[in-house]
């Protein structure tokens, strides 16, 4: 067994199945794939904090990223195969030039670590994508394979879009795999488009087509809304890895859920005949923490983790559930950490017992992030009466994804205007020792604010997405606002939180900033004349100096 291996997962003897449940490993690939869903971009912290999330969550493989595609990634990879133990660490690497090496890389710092490389298969991507023929794709799989075995033992390989390829030749892709060393064989529905009666045929000919110890994996998209049925399928067919996404996020419609998966294992798992280590309590965590960092929000009636999953509006369910709970709940909400919103801190609550309510919740924060988390805490403590572990961990959340040198910094927001008076709005920034004030009118008072701060940091961008939400209810409940900007034609999110919206529209507007900021430092290096933000006079204390887009 590979020193990299999991003897508590590995594929083991068939008999002893009879005995005792299989385990199905959980690789997500939150930050990997989950990443790649539009508009999302993780700063290194975000990416670090969610990590260690899905190690106390306990997942058995966590996929970090991409090291190849820029800089910052690589970055994001390194620290996260550092600094986090418990889960198998992996990186994707294509078997393109120089990818797995750069894998290698940036994952040698990990305590167990795993190099996924994959390649197109079916006839649509070779011949439009790669325009390889299929002896080239299986010599590509052989070399590349082969080279990340020369690093380490723990090696999966991929034939991406397989449910679209042709039988004879996707077993021959598999087959060199194994043959070269590969230990883990996936199967993915890159574009969604199996059914689970097809795609469980397919994983138990594959099954049937390698040797029994190595892993069979599924990746399945939700393009058609069964990317979870299709996991199933898997499963039911000799499937004994699963990879999956907090939420369902991803490409397109999105990945198979970790949260369904998990839940099905738990639920049905004596049917199935597996099961899984995962430490269910982290779920609602692990959730809210990728909702709030990603900017995606999760839709109420989401299966396990959304707002009304537990919520019984009938008349006869609510009586049944009173009576017993087993009536209409074939899952304990307690189960994944659903446990209500536990009054911890008041505006006379000092730093200890701050730090003390963030450790009760898992949350360790650097000095520099735990000042600035305290400051804002002791800010909206003023605000408002009681703060609930949840106020605290959007409160977190959003100073771990604010970065350690935003640029821009909100100092203050004032609106005025009514029914019947157009809406104005002042916004003053800091930018190191410099402050910018400017303003603007607006259809309304976020309006105004949006466009005061535009006018402000003097950079062109088209508000793609709004959304406003609660962190908690109440009337003095925290509003939670994301936005999704177009800046020089990428996407980026920023998130917001403050008991008025208005000021927490600015902030997630003045997030979204920062971060196309940061994407641009990391992944496109520059002079500083080219930077999308360049001053364009000196300011001091006190003094309006707007800001230029390099453009104009």
């Known amino acids: 067994m590979s020193e990299n291996a999991d003897p508590d997962v590995s594929a083991g003897s068939r008999s002893e199945a009879v005995a005792r449940p299989e385990v199905v490993r959980i690789f997500d690939t939150t930050l990997r794939d989950g990443e790649q869903a539009p508009g999302i971009a993780l700063t290194q912290p975000e990416k670090l904090e969610i990590a260690e999330q899905l190690a106390r969550l306990n997942v058995d493989i966590i996929e970090a990223g991409f090291p190849i595609s820029s800089p910052g990634e690589f970055d994001a990879v390194r620290q996260i195969a550092s600094s986090v133990r418990g889960p198998v660490i992996a990186a994707l690497a294509r078997t393109a030039t120089g990818d797995v090496e750069r894998a290698a890389e940036a994952l040698k710092g990990a305590e167990r670590w795993r190099i996924h490389t994959f390649i197109s298969t079916s006839d649509v991507q070779r011949e439009s994508m790669l325009r390889m023929s299929p002896q080239q794709v299986l010599q590509a799989i052989e070399d590349n394979v082969r080279l990340a075995k020369s690093y380490t033992e723990d090696v999966e390989f991929s034939a991406q879009d397989a449910t679209r390829t042709e039988l004879d030749f996707l077993l021959e892709c598999f087959r060199v795999a194994v043959t070269c060393g590969a230990t883990t064989i996936n199967v993915p529905d890159t574009v969604g488009y199996a059914t689970p009666t097809e795609f469980g045929e397919l994983v138990r000919t594959v099954r049937e087509a390698v040797p029994d110890d190595v892993v069979i994996s599924t990746h399945c998209h939700n393009d058609l809304g069964l990317a979870v049925a299709n996991a199933l399928a898997g499963i039911e067919n000799g499937a004994r890895q699963i990879e999956v996404a907090v939420n369902g996020i991803g490409e397109r419609a999105g990945n198979c859920s970790l949260e369904e998966v998990a839940m099905i294992v738990r639920t ?14 982290e779920i609602m965590r692990t959730s809210r923490l990728v909702s709030m960092t990603t900017g995606y929000g999760v839709q109420p009636n989401k299966a396990v983790v959304g707002s009304s999953a537990f919520a019984h509006e009938s008349g006869i369910h609510q009586h049944g559930v009173l009576a017993n709970r087993a009536t209409y709940e074939i899952m304990d909400p307690l189960e994944v950490g659903l446990e209500g919103n536990r009054l911890v801190l008041g505006k ?61 910094v909100l100092e203050a927001v004032q609106v005025g205007g009514g029914t019947h008076l157009a809406p104005t709005a002042t ?126």
Not at 495 to 510: C, K, M, P, Q, W
């Open 268 to 281: 049905r798992g004596e049917h199935l005949g597996v099961r899984h280590g995962l430490n269910l309590k």
């Open 348 to 408: 006379h609550s000092g730093r200890h017992a701050f730090v003390d309510a963030l450790q009760k919740l898992g949350i360790t924060l650097e000095d520099a992030q735990l000042n600035r988390a305290f400051a804002r805490f002791k800010d909206l403590a003023d605000r408002k009466i009681t703060l609930t572990d949840h106020d605290l961990e959007a409160i977190v959340t959003e100073e771990i994804g604010s970065g350690k040198e935003d640029l821009l």
């Open 427 to 552: 916004v003053r920034l800091r930018r190191g020792d410099d402050l910018i004030e400017e303003s603007a009118m607006g259809d309304g008072m976020i309006d105004a604010v949006m466009g005061a701060l535009g006018r402000a940091v003097g950079i062109e961008s088209r508000l793609v997405a709004f959304n406003v939400s609660s962190v908690t209810g109440g009337s003095d409940a925290l509003g939670d606002v994301v936005v999704q900007l177009d800046v020089d034609g990428r996407r980026v999110t920023g998130r917001g939180v403050a008991t008025d919206v208005v000021e927490a529209s600015a902030r997630a507007y003045l997030a979204a900033i920062n971060r196309a900021l940061q994407m641009q430092a990391n992944d496109e290096p520059r002079d500083e004349g080219s930077s999308i933000l360049a001053p364009t006079a000196s300011c001091g204390p006190g003094r309006s100096c707007p800001m230029k887009s390099s453009r104009d």
